[in-house]
């Protein structure tokens, strides 16, 4: 077990369990709550301890929270049995990972501050696959030596952390990256069908895009889905078009024309109006596919995530 601090987790889904268990393989003390409490099982399995409510990772010295909504956010720390609310105890530090506001973040900001708790807001990128290769990346904002406080353990989540500033920087940092996320897949769906329909498979137009200047860690990963079709959820399109909407909303806050996001956003709306909310975002290859007039076949193609080589 090392030194360091000690650690709370809430929210162990897919993405918090795969960190939980690089924090205890780094022999981190680390404390999990989570509203199923069956999904916290196998991290206990892996030496994890367990707390039945938020209020019981207290008198831990660093909490991460990683939720859905904002709603899900003040329900763990502000709400009934919430982080916050024991009298004798609260977390030295707060470091947030869910993809909220910076409205609603400044809320949790200053609720903390009343217990006498700093709140870093620590949106990451990444998905589960991408944890495992030990790429994640992390942006970072709140006090700066908060941040060189915390440093030592974020850098156990994978390749890179960067502190971006004051504040809720982190927030506008994480949706905007997220808001280009929707804009490439959406782009990448048009062009692949656009070379399918010309007579390239998806397999080697996709090959030669991710050689090329174009290539990215990003359309090397989505490479299987779009080739074979396997669309297993990293992230929905319930959940893409929340960030396109925060996104969106801070473009007309912040006075930016944002043209471009705006129609991938409606695009977005659409398939989750049509009941697409399960399945990963990338099924937009399969409504452009749609409008080109082809039904997609899986190529059945063992190709690459680029993620091998870190794993």
Known sequence: MTDGPTIGWIG???MGAQLVLRLLAAGYDVTVYNRTAAKADPLVAQGAKFAPKPVGLADRDIVFSMVSAPADLAAVTTGPDGLLTDPEHAPGVIADSSTVSAEASEILRKAAA???TE???TPVSGNPSVIAAGRLTVAVS?????FDQVEPVLQVFGRGVTYVGEGETARLVKIAHNVFLG???QSLAEITVLAEKGGVSRAAFL???NDSVLGSTFTRYKTPAFVNLDFTPTFTNVLLQKDFDLGLEAGYQLGVPMPVAGLTRNIVAQEVGN???EQDFATLLLTVARGAGLALQSEDVEVSDGLE???
């Open 114 to 116: 009343e217990r006498g």
């Open 119 to 121: 709140l870093l807001a």
């Open 207 to 209: 090959d030669f895009l």
């Open 12 to 14: 162990t889904g897919r």
């Open 309 to 311: 080589a870190d794993r």
């Open 183 to 185: 804009v490439v897949t």
């Open 275 to 277: 009941g697409n909310v």
């Open 142 to 146: 709140g006090p700066r030596q908060v």
